[in-house]
């Protein structure tokens, strides 16, 4: 059980929700980060007393001083100020919960400093999975994961043997465009992909949502999570998202996690885990929820999650250009310079320039990510 924790990215989706989970558990913060929102972080900061924060740029860091001044609280910004906060002393557990792969840098410092991890940010392991894991191995750290199909699979594995298993069903909502065709999809706007049917999340998340890219990542992120070859992740679209993520054993016997579609469940196990604590979240009552039902994924007209696949089967820095291509086509749909569709276009085509690296370090992964989004960038 987490006492204390680091959190990077307070002001985003997850961030506001594992402070609500700290508040609830009685965990104290030892430092919060944010991007750019100021306000919001200087209230968490007055309420949680961290011993620190950091936010992105000098100019905003100058004006929190000014606002925090008297209580103690030290401010950094920038890449440095990530890594202050992702290895400060009295934290055991860092929640990673920034968006993109700004967070692999500091969830690298923070498992170099002997911190659990509490996992949010997928782009981490996607990016870097087989130097975030051997790290972790080598600082004898946990790694929890927060996203929910993950957290589903951890508890649908616990107490089985790994060699038993005959292959992990990652659940999909499927998003707000389930059952289009990809001609539908060519004029969808900015507002439509962003209304998601279940959840709601930041906004880059949302678009991964809607082109599958997300489960796409998910798998990627399940590979280095449990160890499973790519042949034995599958994918399944279930539209009510109660069923979290399923686990199949050789003898046919399948294990599910259930709950209502509420974050704030795997981000409190992730900081109680191997125990449970109480909370007044809502329940579910499975007579609301009379008809669950099950679908194959598109793939045809949501190419990105055979991207994924494909990535991931390359292996070596095809899953750091696949990221960062989509993290900047994704910005650019966001700001109305590309289509929905131009999406797994612009992924594709940047996948197919590169050259496998098959043994890359740290900063070959970089490299590769600042590269992916120059070509697209260059493309529009
Ligand atoms: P969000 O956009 O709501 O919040 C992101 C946070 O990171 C904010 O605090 C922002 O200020 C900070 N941030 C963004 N870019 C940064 C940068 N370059 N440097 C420093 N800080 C930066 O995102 P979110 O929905 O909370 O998602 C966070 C991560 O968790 C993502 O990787 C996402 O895939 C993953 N995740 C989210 C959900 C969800 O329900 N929201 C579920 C599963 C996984
Ligand atoms: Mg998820």
């Known amino acids: 059980m987490a006492n204390n924790i680091a959190v990077l990215g307070s002001t985003g989706s997850i961030g506001i929700q594992t402070l609500e989970v700290a508040r609830n558990l009685g965990i104290s913060i030892s430092a919060l980060t944010a991007g750019s929102n100021i306000d919001l972080l200087e209230s968490q900061a007055r309420e949680f007393e961290p011993s620190l924060v950091s936010i992105g740029e000098e100019g905003l860091a100058l004006e929190l001083k000014k606002r925090l001044s008297g209580l103690g609280i030290d401010v950094y ?21 920034i968006v993109g792969i ?57 107490a089985n043997r790994k060699q038993d298993v005959e292959r992990l069903i990652i659940t999909a909502s499927g998003g707000p465009f389930r059952g289009k065709r990809r001609e539908e999809l060519e004029n969808v ?27 796409g990542l998910e798998v990627i992120e399940a590979h280095w ?64 929820h009379r008809n669950l039902t099950f679908e194959e994924p598109d793939m045809d007209t949501f190419s990105c999650l055979g991207l994924a696949f494909e990535a991931l089967k390359l292996g070596g820095t095809m899953p750091a250009v696949m990221n960062g291509a989509n993290e900047a086509a994704v910005e650019l749909f966001l700001n109305r310079k590309i289509g929905f569709c131009d999406i797994p276009r612009l992924i594709e085509r940047t996948m197919q320039t590169h050259i496998v690296n098959t043994m890359p370090h740290l900063d070959d992964i970089i490299e590769v990510d600042k590269w992916a989004r120059k070509m697209v960038g260059g493309s529009v």
Not at 191 to 214: F, V
Request: hydrophobic share 45%; aromatic share 6%.
């Open 225 to 288: 999570l449990f160890g499973f070859a790519p042949e034995k992740i599958s994918v399944l679209v279930h539209p009510q998202s109660i069923i979290h993520s399923m686990v199949e054993y050789v003898d046919g016997s399948v294990m599910a996690q259930l709950g209502p579609p509420d974050m704030r469940l795997p981000i409190q196990l992730a900081l109680t885990w191997p125990h449970r604590a109480g909370n007044d979240f809502s329940r579910m009552n499975l007579l609301e």
């Open 77 to 97: 910004y920038g890449l440095e100020g990530l890594k202050v906060a992702a290895s400060v002393s009295q934290a055991d557990t860092v929640v990673t919960s």
């Open 189 to 215: 706007t900015v507002e439509q992909a962003l209304k998601h049917p279940n959840w709601s999340m930041g906004s880059k998340i949302t678009i991964d949502s809607a082109t599958l890219m997300n489960k």
């Open 102 to 158: 700004a967070g692999l840098v500091p969830t690298i410092e923070a498992i170099r400093h002997g911190k659990n991890i509490a996992l949010a940010n997928k782009e981490t392991l996607v990016t870097a999975g087989e130097i975030v894991m051997a790290e972790a191995d080598a600082h004898n750290v946990s790694i929890f994961p927060v996203d929910s199909e993950h957290s589903a699979i951890y508890q649908c594995l616990a």
